[in-house]
């Protein structure tokens, strides 16, 4: 009979996420088995919050991940409203820091063990959960007590969809007026557009219908930046390049915290947002973040029963309805161009510009998450 390596924790997934679970138990005594995948993803620019920093700083991560900080943040949409959210209201030194996917990752797994196996399946039993592995045509077995599933959650079809029928190009900008620490995101008709500082350019994340997607691939690289400049506005100049444009299909996804017996999802396995707000990641640190606090104060045969089971679902779930109602609020109520509505969206824009408490409770919760609130 062929031994199965046997450890208490599975963590599946190759992302960020599962990466900072494996990081934040690494020399416990939880012994962890990070099952990777291929690394198969399309690199782009991510917005890290000041919470977020402070996590990847306590996993000792922070200091090698080059980052570019966000001092101030304007919001605005096509036509009437904006506010504004500086750092210094706060008593902080970023609200946030933008990096590169690819770069955070490699930093995260560079300092945690991993296989590049795929989870095939599972099966749950009283006291343990039994994976089946692959890479190419070999196959392995593994026992643990818990399977974390930290997979970004494609794959999974039990899981509410919200198709948001929008597309998000992604690419890099350079602008004839940049302004230093200043994230944009303006709201237009067929959603939300980012430019976020990124070194000497821009990370762009512009969202729009598909039909649009396909007619700005298509566009000359000058043309792509005339109708940028039309939608953005004339507050950096103009656009002077751009680097290659990739798309990703907007959806909302979400299923349960507890699929199964002995198994907890975190990160995009639980829920994948729209990128409104770069909440994504965010939600996902904090979710491997408190699975680990939990993990590490849990006598052995605590670990994936159902009683710990329940407790971190319930421990998140504030944290998680949260995140996603807002950034589902966001891209519903602000993609369309009603009049009423329109109006109504610069008066609320207008009214938090006006209202610091308001502005206030609202970058907490971007920053911090919800269970930071008093
Ligand atoms: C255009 C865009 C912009 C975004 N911008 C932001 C932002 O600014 N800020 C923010 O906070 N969030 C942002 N997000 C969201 C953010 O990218 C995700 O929330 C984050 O990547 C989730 O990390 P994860 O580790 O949970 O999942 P993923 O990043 O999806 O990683 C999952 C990993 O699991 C691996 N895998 C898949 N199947 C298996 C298997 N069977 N076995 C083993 N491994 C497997 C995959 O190869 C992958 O490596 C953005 C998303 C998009 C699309």
New binding site residues.
Partial sequence: MIELQEVDVAI?????????LALALSGSAVSVAR???????AD??????YG?RLILERLGAWSSVRSNPIQTIHVSQQGFGRTVMHCSDYGLPAL?Y?TA?SEL?AQLAGRTAASA????DWKSADNEIVLR?SRGEDEAGMRARLLVL??????RRTRNVRDYRQQ?I?AEVTAEHPRAGVAWERFTAEGPL?L?PFEDRY?L?W?VRPASAVELLGLSDSDFLARLREIFGGRLGGFTSVGPRST???SLRYGKIVPAARVLA?????Q????V?????????R??WELAQMLLDAAKEEIGAPRFLARYARSRSLDRYAGIGLTDFLVRIFSNSLAPLALARGAGLAGLDAVPPARRFLARRMIFGARALP
Wanted: proline share 6%; charged share 10%.
């Fill in positions: 599946a997934g190759g992302g960020p996420v599962g990466c900072a099952i990777a995948g291929e690394a198969d993803f782009r620019p991510i917005a890290l919050s977020s946030g933008v996917y990752v196996q795929s989870l095939k592995l930290a997979d970004g959650g494609q794959n998000a992604v980012a976020l990370a994340v969202s990703f299909p907007l975190i990160g995009n396995a639980a994948t947002l729209h990128p707000a770069g909440q994504g990641l965010n939600l996902g640190l979710d491997a």
